[in-house]
């Protein structure tokens, strides 16, 4: 019997593709310098076993149909299952798993990373000092935000948004936050659950790290922005599309946020090129989970869970488990 074949959409860290080779498995990479798009992939599909995927990936309904019944699984290598059709997945029977828990900590990270270079003018800063152009200290010079004694809205208190708490209460910052339901971890850190309308009045920082959904499309809109306590700062480090660029744009231009600090964008990778034009927005390319132990996790999560389905038994990670 020829080894079961399992299609890897783009490199990961070796460890994810070790365990799936010492599994016996057939792994093939996809051999473009770039992540391919929905035809490269539909050329694929059919033909594996398994596949393993990255947010970028686009898995379709018309991915999903050609690529069952043969493929059993695909597992995405993030947490978030935004790029996948989780109503044809369940309609053609294959199983999808994400890589949840080991990239919280990383991403948390990186969102008070971005916090921290927003409110300090980090961006700025180093720019002038690599163009040669600094003069010495000025009292006046690069004057930021504090961000100890302020108030930080969390907009999505799930597992990143937690840890995202946690860092702020060591920095002696006020926590709100906003979710559909109210958490017992974020209460014991002394953050208060409030409306997204209030959240946006009161916080100094807003903080977004809740999944894309139909129902966070665009949550942070004209209306959401409207309310926003002036000189505000926000930080996107969950998905591009859960603000509205446009209003987002606006909103930096006339002064109601003073700064923006994002990972993400809403067509990735292209970055609208009035944000790039802004001093005062961080842009950073999307590497929340950009650490050399976590990649390696989220890789090995992966590839734990083609094993597993592939040996007939449930992924640990389901998302949907068929
Ligand atoms: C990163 O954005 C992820 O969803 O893992």
């Known amino acids: 019997m020829s080894a079961k074949s399992v299609y890897v959409s783009r490199i990961i860290p070796e460890s994810g593709i070790n365990l799936l080779v010492n599994a016996g498995y057939a792994v093939q990479m996809n051999p473009l310098a770039r992540p391919p798009g929905a035809d490269d992939l539909l050329a694929e599909a059919g033909k594996h076993d398994a596949f393993v995927c990255q947010l970028t990936d686009r898995i379709d309904r018309r991915f999903l ?16 299952i935004d790029n996948i059709d989780l109503a044809a997945a369940t309609e053609f029977n294959v199983v999808i798993s994400n890589t949840p828990d080991v990239l919280t900590e990383s991403t948390a990270d990186l969102t008070f990373a971005l916090l921290l270079a927003t409110a300090r ?10 163009a040669g152009a600094w ?8 004057l930021g935000s504090d961000v100890f004694g302020k108030t930080l809205g969390i907009v999505g208190a799930g597992r990143i948004g937690t840890a995202v708490a946690k860092r702020a209460r060591g920095f002696d910052m006020n926590i709100l936050y906003c979710n559909r339901n109210s958490n017992p971890l974020m209460e014991k850190l002394g953050a208060r659950r409030v409306s997204l309308q209030e959240l ?16 966070t499309h665009h949550l942070i809109n004209a209306n959401a922005l409207a309310g926003v306590k002036r000189g505000a700062i926000l930080i996107n480090t969950a998905r591009g599309a859960v603000v509205d660029q446009v209003e987002l744009i606006k909103a930096l231009r006339d002064g109601r946020l003073a700064a923006a600090g994002l990972d993400v964008y809403e067509k990735e990778p292209t970055v609208a090129p009035e944000l790039l034009a802004m001093e005062n927005v961080v842009l950073l390319p999307h590497i929340g ?9 989220m890789a090995e999560m992966a590839a734990s869970n083609v094993i597993e389905v592939l040996s007939g038994r449930p992924p640990r990670n389901p998302v949907i488990q068929c």
């Open 65 to 80: 149909k050609t690529a069952a019944p043969k493929c059993k699984i695909v597992a995405n290598c993030a947490v978030g």
């Open 121 to 130: 003018r980090l961006g700025e800063a180093e720019r002038l000092v690599r």
């Open 135 to 142: 003069r010495g200290l000025g009292m006046l010079d690069f």
């Open 200 to 215: 946006m009045q009161r916080s100094e920082f807003i903080s977004l790290n809740m999944p894309l959904t139909e129902e």
């Open 289 to 297: 989970s950009a650490t050399v132990t976590t990649r390696n996790r």
